[in-house]
């Protein structure tokens, strides 16, 4: 079973929709999440950063976690066109042997069209 | 907003040659990475630094690879004998107070190997 796993879709939505952005993940120690967006030929760009069960919102975005069932979520409400990027989910263990690695999903593909 | 940079932007290397890639982190970060991402692949982490020591990493970081941080503002990876498989883009990122904190990525290294 992979680390962490995401579907790499492509998704596309009209302008003005809600979308849904999942990863699942095998790793039970994982204890931050991150979600990057990415455009082409761009480095990921942080989003969202949250380490707890639980909701957190920042504008449009709602990062949601969920460690009993190892999913996380990154909800994009009144989607743009200018939405349109790779989205990565991104999760780091802490302590022992690990210093802040990185394990990243796939990526999705979002098109928003107008 | 202070960035990651990274330099160059694109580097074509006949194969066996070193190359060294160059990034400078974020001023007061203290933490640093690098990850690679073949073209259509997932980030992949590579290693992290702290203190002028690797603190982590990964089975990619062969013998071939050493990173170095030559002066108080640059950070550096250098593949010392390259080979095709190491085409891929090659991405900076630092994080300021711990491995827990959010990593900010640079915009990559696309690395062209012939």
């Known amino acids: 079973q992979k680390e962490v796993e995401q579907d790499p879709g492509p998704l596309s939505v009209p302008e003005g929709a809600i979308v849904s952005l999942n990863c699942t993940y095998s790793?039970?120690?994982?204890?931050?999440f991150m979600w990057y967006r990415q455009y082409s030929r761009k480095g990921p760009e942080l989003l969202m950063y949250?380490?707890?069960?639980g909701n957190k919102e920042d504008g449009r975005f709602t990062a949601q976690v969920d460690k009993s069932s190892k999913y996380i979520s990154l909800f994009i409400r009144d989607s743009q066109p200018s939405d349109s990027a790779t989205y990565l989910c991104a999760m780091s263990a802490y302590g022992g042997t690990s210093y802040g690695k990185l394990t990243f999903g796939q990526g999705t593909i979002l098109t928003v069209h107008p | 907003e202070p960035e990651v940079t990274q330099t160059p932007s694109h580097q074509v290397t006949q194969m066996g040659q070193e190359v060294i890639l160059r990034c400078v982190p974020i001023s007061n970060h203290l933490y640093f990475y690098w990850y690679r991402q073949i073209l259509g692949q997932k980030v992949e982490f590579l290693v992290s630094f702290y203190n002028n020591e690797i603190s982590e990493k990964s089975e990619i970081f062969d013998d071939q690879f050493s990173v170095e941080r030559p002066d108080g503002s640059n950070f550096t990876l250098k593949i010392r004998s390259t080979k095709l498989e190491d085409s891929a883009m090659y991405f900076c990122?630092?994080?300021?107070?711990?491995?827990?904190?959010?990593?900010?990525f640079g915009d990559g290294t696309r690395l062209s190997i012939l």
């Open positions: 949250t380490y707890s069960s």
């Open positions: 790793n039970s120690a994982f204890q931050y």
């Open positions: 990122a630092s994080s300021e107070r711990g491995a827990n904190q959010p990593q900010h």
